[in-house]
């Protein structure tokens, strides 16, 4: 089973995620299912998401309302044929989803690190059904724009990639292109577009200590 590790829109929260990783220590093989927040809630908040659909973000108005949701497996949501692309929410244009799906398969092609994209609006989504359609592994990235609770941007990162770029960088990403304020003034289109030629620059940048640095 793949290592996916959750990384919510919250920039200016400092997270610490029990199993380490880094470029010169691998992941644990078995699944990560508890993070340390800074409060109780997030906690609470993150074992749903991550036992339920890997779909949102937290939401930041309480626990109960988090919890109260329930995980969401709804396959016949799934497009009939693959993509790496899948927008049940309507952000996208035909063209932008062409684009977008264009540089995905130049990512993997150039980099072997595969990324994919989905935009929903919480509870209409496929939910789990997803890491099955998109065989979804160690060298993915599942990027789920949700604005249900404030930051449209949310990442699930295997292991490998993790090994390979900087955590803050996520945060980073969903600071400059995931707040209300950006989205709401460009659309969800434009934060999901940014986001993914964000990463593209990422990934296809050097390994090092200062790889990613810039949320380009």
Not at 42 to 50: D, E, H, P, Q, V
Not at 70 to 81: A, H, Q, S
């Amino acid at each position: 089973m793949a290592v996916l590790k959750l990384y919510p829109s919250l920039p200016l929260t400092q997270v610490t995620i029990k199993a380490s990783s880094s470029s010169s220590q691998r992941c644990s093989s078995k699944p990560i299912i508890n993070h340390v927040w800074v409060s109780e809630f997030r906690a609470k908040s993150l074992n749903f998401l991550l036992s339920g659909a890997l779909t949102l973000s937290f939401s930041l108005t309480g626990a109960g309302f988090a919890e109260a949701k329930v995980g969401v497996n709804k396959p016949e949501l799934l497009p009939k044929e693959f993509s790496p692309v899948i927008d049940v929410a309507g952000f996208l244009s035909d063209g932008q989803e062409r684009r977008i799906s264009q540089e995905i398969v130049d990512i993997e092609k150039d980099t072997g690190f595969k990324l994919r994209v989905l935009a929903q609006n919480y509870p209409d989504t496929p939910g789990l059904a997803i890491k099955d359609f998109w065989q979804v592994d160690d060298r993915t990235i599942v990027f789920v724009a949700d604005p249900t609770f404030g930051n449209i941007l949310n990442f699930n990162v295997g292991a490998t990639v993790d090994l390979d770029i900087p955590r803050s960088f996520w945060s980073r990403l969903a600071g400059k292109y995931g707040n209300i304020f950006y989205w709401k003034e460009q659309g969800e289109d434009a934060s999901i577009e940014a986001a993914v030629m964000a990463i593209s620059n990422c990934l296809r940048e050097p390994v090092g200590p200062n790889n990613c640095s810039e949320v380009k």
